[in-house]
């Protein structure tokens, strides 16, 4: 059975910092690309930043430098560092695992960053 079980979510004020968790079972971790992302009320899910096995990433452009994603293979786990965190960064962040035609979500956690 797969599991993606998403830690470290909270309540943090502007220009604070968190780091999301992501730990994967019953999956081969190292040949899925994993992703966040996140969910804000009354909007539709979007991408956060993605890491292959090989560690190729990618950003959604309103995270650029102020979030780095990572993963540790041998630990099975996938990270999100967030710094500078804003008000609008406040959502659901979902841990994602990725290896077409496979697709797995974890149940989310929640961010909520106050002004």
């Known amino acids: 059975q797969v599991q993606l079980v998403e830690s470290g979510g909270g309540l943090v004020q502007a220009g604070e910092s968190l780091r999301l968790s992501c730990a994967a079972s019953g999956i081969s971790f190292g040949i899925y690309t994993m992703g966040w992302y996140r969910q804000a009320p009354g909007k539709q899910r979007e991408l956060v930043a993605r890491i292959t096995g090989g560690g190729s990433t990618n950003y959604a452009a309103f995270v650029k430098g102020r979030f780095t994603i990572s993963r540790d293979n041998a630990k099975r786990t996938l990270y999100l560092q967030m710094n500078s965190l804003k008000p609008e960064d406040t959502a659901v962040y979902y841990c994602?695992?990725?290896?077409?035609?496979?697709?797995?979500w974890g149940q989310g956690t929640q961010v909520t960053v106050s002004s």
């Open positions: 994602n695992a990725d290896r077409s035609p496979w697709q797995y």
